[in-house]
């Protein structure tokens, strides 16, 4: 039994490869629904580049170790799609030495929040629909003020998209408070549920505008979000309700490159 995957931080489990090959990777339906649950996706550890003590990623790595995999093989990749990097081994023990050295390459400290961040989801394929730019929406969360701004450029030419659970779940409650509580309320996962766990939480931290060539003002704001027909306006505009010290993140890979604050600041990582 051998996985092949490549390695970069995840949003809710902390880094994708490795373990992950083997759950969600291989598993059924039953597995992939618990290990995404409400209480799993949940979990404040439940976000980027956290592992141990994280929910999710410690059931991943149990059901690996149970189901035996007998090398393990991960690259790393640039924005390029070239790979820079190459580790094989035992699987954990080799995903947690490609997981350092992913670290180093695609996460970088900043010194403190932004009033707004302007983030994307790495442009095609990955922008394909709001669903995947959930993603880049969330990369940003980690750096924004309570209460700012986030712009996401992605071009969305899928929609939402439309088939799934997605939109339907979104537009099933009239707040991302009211999301995230009937959500937690459910004894039954119900697919794409997660994602839409993740973006109420964003919500609940910062305001979420989104530059999409293929989704109306109208659409958004169905998923709680509304249009930025216009990004440098509106970073100018919220720049100048901040006053003299506001400050501007741009993530031009969005969830590719990964930002943390250096050290203990007001509010918390989503």
Request: hydrophobic fraction near 50%; include cysteine.
């Amino acid at each position: 039994k051998i996985t092949t995957g490549f390695v970069e931080p995840h949003f809710f489990a902390g880094f994708s490869g490795g373990p992950k090959l083997v759950a969600p990777g291989l598993a059924g339906l039953e597995t992939t629904l618990i290990l995404h649950d409400a209480r799993r996706i949940g979990s404040d550890r439940a976000t980027w580049a956290v592992c141990e003590g994280n929910p999710v990623h410690d059931d991943v790595r149990a059901v690996a170790a149970a189901t035996g995999v007998d090398f393990a093989f991960d690259v790393v990749l640039n924005r390029e799609q070239h790979v820079v990097a190459a580790f094989g081994g035992e699987v954990l023990a080799m995903h947690a030495t490609a997981r350092a050295y992913v670290r180093e390459v695609s996460m970088r400290p900043v010194d403190g929040l932004f009033d707004v961040v302007v983030t994307t989801n790495a442009g095609f394929p990955l922008d394909q629909n709001l669903y995947q730019a959930v993603k880049g929406m969330s990369a940003a969360a980690t750096v924004v003020v309570p209460g700012g701004l986030i712009i996401c450029a992605a071009e969305c030419a899928d929609g939402f998209p439309d088939h799934g659970s997605f939109r339907a779940e979104l537009a099933a409650e009239p707040t991302p408070e009211r999301l995230l509580a009937s959500i937690a309320a459910r004894t039954r996962t119900v697919p794409d549920q997660w994602q839409v766990q993740v973006l109420a939480r964003v919500l609940r931290r910062a305001r979420v505008g989104v530059h999409a060539s293929a989704l109306t003002d109208a659409d958004l704001r169905s998923a709680h979000l509304f249009a930025v027909p216009d990004i440098a306006a509106a970073v100018a505009a919220e720049l100048e309700a901040a006053g003299p010290g506001g400050r501007v993140c741009v993530l031009p890979e969005g969830p590719q490159t990964i930002p943390f604050v250096s050290a203990d600041v007001a509010g918390s990582p989503v």
